[in-house]
């Protein structure tokens, strides 16, 4: 039996956490957990997410700071509101069509 995995949410879609104050633009996906056993370790067991859902890398920023996070899908909620990102690698790697979404540089556009 083979077990497909489908992320939620797509790359260049806007997220926030559903916990913590930060969101991001998605950049890629893992369809279950990739990082270390030491970064997964790191997290309280009280709120460490399972290993076997979709986690995404975003270019996120709270509002101290940018920076890189890997977050599980469980924790991510859509964010429309439309707020543009500052992130500073954001036009790097993203550049927006004309309807305003973001899709990756090295990508053809449809």
Do not use: C
């Not at 893992?30 to 399972?50: C, H, L, M, Q, S």
Request: glycine share 4%.
């Amino acid at each position: 039996m083979t077990d497909t995995r489908h992320a939620k949410f797509q790359i260049g879609q806007m997220v926030r956490h559903r916990v913590f104050p930060f969101r991001g633009i998605i950049f890629d996906v893992d369809p279950e957990f990739a990082n270390t056993d030491e970064w997964y370790e790191a997290i309280p067991a009280g709120v460490r997410p399972k290993k076997d859902q979709p986690f995404y890398h975003l270019l996120a920023e709270n509002e101290d700071s940018e920076y890189i996070a890997y977050v599980s899908e469980q924790n991510l909620l859509d964010d429309s509101d439309g707020t543009p990102l500052r992130h500073p690698q954001l036009n790097q790697i993203f550049a927006r069509d004309s309807v305003g979404r973001y899709r990756l540089r090295d990508q053809p556009q449809h």
